[in-house]
């Protein structure tokens, strides 16, 4: 099973900060991964999917980036919609495995 | 508009079974692979199995932490995707999601969950 390993665990951060979020793989899934956004009491929602492109109607301060073992995740300006948990997930195996989430907080 | 509707969840014993629907709505279900995940406090999210579409056979694939006590199925008449749960244990509680992927993606090897519903409950207790 590949492991997921998201870093930090929770980020605080102010409106307009550029923000980072990273995500590693215990091995090597090419660009098999997505991103997604959880806000309170909401199902997640797809932001990022192949490592870098954005799902329909995802604002362009979502970037994604990386390749092989390691991503990130970037906000460039935080709106303060954005706060919430960020999971990242791939698809390059069975089972489909998740990360544990970043928490981006105020 | 798109939406995916589970039902089903609800407060059940360990060692009992129960049977998730997912009932799908404004999107031409026979061309979307659909999955369940769960989500849980101690494990995060979790997905629990895949269901790719009639065009594609069909076939599964399940977690196998599961050690095939949850089965996935679909009814394309109905628009209505399953999850069959068995030998419930308390580590089972959780929101259970349906998830839908289109065959364009999965085509291309793209299995992220493109559309989500809002969950159902399931609480496992004696």
């Known amino acids: 099973e590949i492991v997921m390993t998201q870093s930090p665990a929770t980020l605080s951060v102010s409106p307009g900060d550029r923000v980072s979020l990273s995500c590693r793989a215990s091995q090597t899934i090419s660009i098999n991964l997505a991103w997604y956004q959880q806000k309170p009491g909401q199902a997640p929602r797809l932001l990022i999917y192949?490592?870098?492109t954005r799902a329909t109607g995802v604002p362009a301060r979502f970037s994604g980036s990386g390749s092989g073992t390691g991503f990130t995740l970037t906000i460039s300006s935080l709106q303060s919609e954005d706060y919430a948990l960020y999971y990242c997930q791939q698809y390059n195996d069975w089972p489909l495995t998740f990360g544990g989430g970043t928490k981006v907080d105020i | 508009e798109v939406q995916l509707v589970e039902s089903g969840g609800e407060p059940v014993q360990p060692g009992r079974s129960l049977r998730l629907s997912c009932s799908a709505s404004g999107l031409k279900f026979r061309s979307y692979a659909m999955s369940w995940v769960r989500q849980t406090p101690g494990k995060g999210l979790e997905w629990l199995g895949f269901i790719r579409a009639q065009d594609y056979g069909e076939t599964t694939e399940h977690a196998a932490s599961l050690k095939g006590r949850f089965t996935i199925s679909r009814d394309d008449s109905k628009s209505i995707a399953f999850l069959q749960m068995n030998s419930l244990t308390m580590e089972d509680s959780g929101l259970y999601y349906c998830?839908?992927?289109?065959?364009?993606?999965?085509?291309?090897?793209?299995?992220?969950?493109?559309?989500w519903g809002r969950g159902t409950l399931v609480t496992v207790s004696s």
């Open positions: 998830t839908a992927t289109h065959v364009g993606s999965t085509a291309a090897g793209r299995l992220a969950f493109e559309i």
């Open positions: 192949g490592a870098s």
